[in-house]
């Protein structure tokens, strides 16, 4: 309806080969003999930081001029993961920013290994990964783990405790090797200073718990370990309102009029 009343108005006048109306822009056709409404391009442009966020945001704002209305027709939408800025408030306007976050490399071997199944050396392996994250001695938390080797040779007879002792919390592995019987106490918790978002300023502590069980393979009794974070969900939940809060800090100043929606 619209392209024929555009056609009507035209038609005892000098076409004009692009017209600009407040549904935005047309082009006459002369394959199909009428306007054909513009379509705006998308463009997306990724971030992975809140930082980077912030400073691209800022930057599009003054390449724009938008900037000098503090901001005013700018969307900034949140979601847990990801963030959207819509640099102009129109139904025909595509041009965002995203972020979507890339969490640094100690916290997502965090995450892809809680709840495995371990064994004892792969359990290492994890240690020896995270060594940059340690709260506690790193040393001195290895040696504990590697006092004792857990072999084909070795039998266990009994499910590993967990004791409270001075030092915290350990795990008491009674095992039996060359007819006799031993046992090792491990430390049950693991301290780390996670880094959330890759290049993040924000740092976090998260305290691990270090399960046992014993556990049968081809008849034959073995010990596994399992990662636990009780305050995973707490943990994450407050490093995204923070990100949020940090993005508001940084572009505050120069977009006060810049629309901030949180919607997760």
């Not at 930057?59 to 901001?71: S, V």
């Not at 959207?84 to 041009?95: P, S």
């Not at 031993?182 to 998260?206: G, V």
């Amino acid at each position: 309806m619209k392209v024929e009343v555009i056609d009507k108005l035209t038609t005892e006048l000098s076409r004009s080969p692009l017209i600009d109306t407040i549904d935005g822009q047309y082009i006459y056709s002369d394959h199909n003999k009428q306007y054909q409404k513009v379509k705006v391009p998308y463009f997306e442009r990724q971030v992975s930081n809140i930082e980077s966020f912030a400073a691209y945001v800022l930057e599009e704002a003054n390449r724009r001029g938008l900037d000098q209305a503090g901001g005013k027709g700018m969307t900034v939408i949140f979601a847990e993961n990801s963030a959207k800025c819509l640099l102009i408030d129109a139904v025909d306007k595509y041009d965002s920013i995203t972020y979507h976050r890339k969490l640094s490399p100690q916290l997502a071997r965090v995450l892809e290994k809680l709840r495995s199944r371990l064994s004892h050396l792969e359990l290492i392996r994890v240690f020896q990964s995270l060594r940059d994250s340690f709260v506690d001695n790193y040393a001195e938390f290895m040696r504990q783990y590697r006092k004792v080797s857990f072999d084909e040779k070795t039998t266990f007879n009994s499910q590993p405790l967990v004791e409270q002792g001075k030092g915290g919390s350990s795990i008491i592995v009674e095992f039996g090797r060359n007819g006799g019987t031993n046992n090792t106490a491990l430390p049950a918790t693991l301290k780390l200073k996670l880094q959330f978002a890759r290049d993040s300023k924000r740092f976090y502590e998260a305290e691990l718990e270090i399960d046992s069980a014993l556990s049968t393979t081809n008849g034959k009794a073995g010990i596994e370990f399992s990662l636990l974070w009780p305050e995973k969900e707490n943990v994450i939940a407050q490093a995204v309102t923070d990100e949020i809060n940090d993005f508001k800090e940084l572009v505050k100043e120069k977009l006060p009029n810049l629309l901030i929606v949180v919607n997760y």
